[in-house]
Nanobody
Framework: EVQLVESGGGLVQAGRSLRLACVAS????????ISWFRQTPGNMREGVSI????????YYSDSVAGRFTISRDIAKRTIYLQMNSLKPEDTAVYYC????????????????????????WGQGTQVTVSS
């Protein structure tokens, strides 16, 4: 059974940091790209960042580039999202997702990411940034 389990969300003041974690199981880790999306009520899910589990290539949305850092720990099958300089507009439910990427170019993987496509999704973790 595929599982993506997020943790690390919470309430934080603007300007502070949080680190989210996503533990993956049930699939061949290095055949997938793992991503973070976020969603607020009434809005579409937005891609935040994605990382290739095999070679560590990364991509960020313009809204978080320079503030967020995605990383992976292959041995722990865990993806992290370090979120610095948080803003109230970063408030959302953050979801971890996995997309099969073996054999695909990174440009194809990121295009699917920008189209909000993934094969598996986690349950989400709430991040609230107060002003």
């Amino acid at each position: 059974e595929v599982q993506l389990v997020e943790s690390g969300g919470g309430l934080v003041q603007a300007g502070r940091s949080l680190r989210l974690a996503c533990v993956a199981s049930g699939f061949t880790f290095d055949e997938y790209a793992i991503s973070w999306f976020r969603q607020t009520p009434g809005n579409m899910r937005e891609g935040v960042s994605i990382i290739s589990a095999s070679d560590g290539s990364t991509y960020y949305s313009d809204s978080v580039a320079g503030r967020f850092t995605i990383s992976r720990d292959i041995a722990k099958r865990t993806i992290y999202l370090q979120m610095n300089s948080l803003k109230p507009e970063d408030t959302a439910v953050y979801y971890c997702a996995a997309a099969f990427s073996r054999g695909s170019s990174w440009s194809t993987v990121t295009a699917l990411f920008r189209n909000n496509e993934a094969d598996y999704w986690g349950q989400g973790t709430q991040v609230t940034v107060s002003s």
